[in-house]
């Protein structure tokens, strides 16, 4: 596709410093479609915003908004938005669109390949809670409802296995019996919720390596992107999430699933970031819950990935036919190791929070 003639007018709308000089595809991200605009200035990220993930955009970009002037108050770095030229925080159509500062010098990792890079991670996503505790939940729109609602998203699968509609299902009898024979693992995060045993908190939950840009020379965390999902939800989600995606030993979607383990010494890196910025906040159950919520968070992806290869792939982008259960596959290896570990990273955790 010629990016530059299907886009350049798009960007044209926005109050971009000097002229688009190039427009290409960036990045690895699953919802939204993301491009690198460079000008004769400056880079820009901007994004074809997925309306039919997040139908809300007027709430959308207010949560993204009042989070970002949030933190930008205290110093913090973050995105940038640029308004369009007509002063509007994204330009509303037919499709919509967003622009952001590009902020240069950094770069995101598809894999933990640094063990050091893993656990600066985990403190800043760590600080981000911290920070996300002093926003009023109040002033967020809920962007997707029941979004880490577990038991929700296995009656979404169960719906999408009986529809069936690709006649896809005798392909992947085996995963979805790993699903089904887990239904009684999935209420805890949200029983706890629920029950009031584990404590509402602002956060991000979509806390994948992907979505923090890191600093390209030294490491460090610069900033937490792909701020679509801050939400009310639990701290379990977020520890969750980051384990699921870098605390395996190989991508999202490999498809030699011998590649594919859970690092418990990844594990326990991440998790000294993560609990040395939450000590003080962390509660002693949700401290406990962090090696299932890992899990959970591993076998709700899973199932979502299945549930959306079932339904002939209109939620995650895919790159060929079947990466859907490619990435289920890895999702289920990630699960049952865990699942085998869980006294293992308990002990990680007591031992870091004594
Ligand atoms: P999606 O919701 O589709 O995952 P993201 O907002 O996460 O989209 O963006 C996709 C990728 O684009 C990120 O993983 C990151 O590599 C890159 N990216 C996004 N925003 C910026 C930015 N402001 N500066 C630099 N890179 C960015
Ligand atoms: C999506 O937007 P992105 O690519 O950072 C998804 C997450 C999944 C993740 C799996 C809004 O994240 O929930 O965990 O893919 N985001 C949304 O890689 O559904
Ligand atoms: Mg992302």
């Known amino acids: 596709m010629d990016y530059m003639n299907e886009y350049k007018k798009i960007a044209d709308e926005f109050a971009l410093v000097g002229e688009v000089a190039d427009i290409r595809p960036y990045g690895e991200g699953h919802i939204n479609l993301t491009l690198l605009v460079t000008t004769t200035e400056k880079r820009y990220i901007m994004q074809k915003m997925n309306t039919r993930v997040f139908p809300d955009s007027d709430g959308l970009m207010a949560n993204i908004c009042g989070v970002t002037e949030h933190l930008k108050a205290r110093g913090i770095e973050t995105l940038s938005v640029v308004p369009t030229k007509a002063g509007a925080p994204y330009l509303k159509g037919e499709e919509c669109y967003r622009v952001y500062d590009f902020i240069e010098n950094t770069v995101t990792y598809q894999t933990a390949t640094d063990i050091d890079v893993f656990r600066n991670s985990g403190k800043a996503f760590g600080e981000f809670q911290n920070y996300l505790a002093e926003f009023d939940a109040s002033k967020l729109t809920v962007a997707i409802k029941h979004f880490h609602d577990t038991p929700k998203r296995f009656r979404d699968f169960k719906a999408a296995l009986e529809a069936d509609a690709f006649d896809r299902a005798k392909d992947c009898k085996e995963e979805i019996e790993f699903i089904l024979s887990h239904e009684n693992t999935y209420g805890i995060a949200m029983d706890g919720l629920k029950d009031g045993s584990l404590p509402l908190r602002v956060t991000h939950n979509d806390t994948k390596l992907n979505n923090i840009l890191m600093d390209e020379k030294t490491g460090a965390a610069r900033a937490v992107i792909d701020l679509d999902t801050i939400m009310p939800g639990s701290m379990l989600f977020d520890f969750g999430d980051s384990i699921r995606f870098g605390a395996s030993t190989a991508a999202e979607d490999e498809k030699d699933l011998t590649k594919v383990h859970f690092d418990i010494n990844l594990f326990k890196a991440y998790a000294e970031g993560y609990c040395g910025a939450v000590k003080n906040s962390i509660t002693k159950r949700e401290a406990e819950l962090l090696p299932y919520g890992s899990y959970l ?22 790159k060929y036919e079947g990466h859907n259960l490619v990435r289920c596959r890895t999702q289920i290896r990630l699960a049952s190791e865990m699942e085998a570990q869980f006294k293992e990273m308990g002990k990680i955790i007591d031992e870091i929070l004594a």
């Open 297 to 318: 968070m591993t076998i709700e992806c899973g199932m979502r990935f299945l549930a959306d290869y079932l339904s002939g792939d209109t939620y995650f982008a895919t």
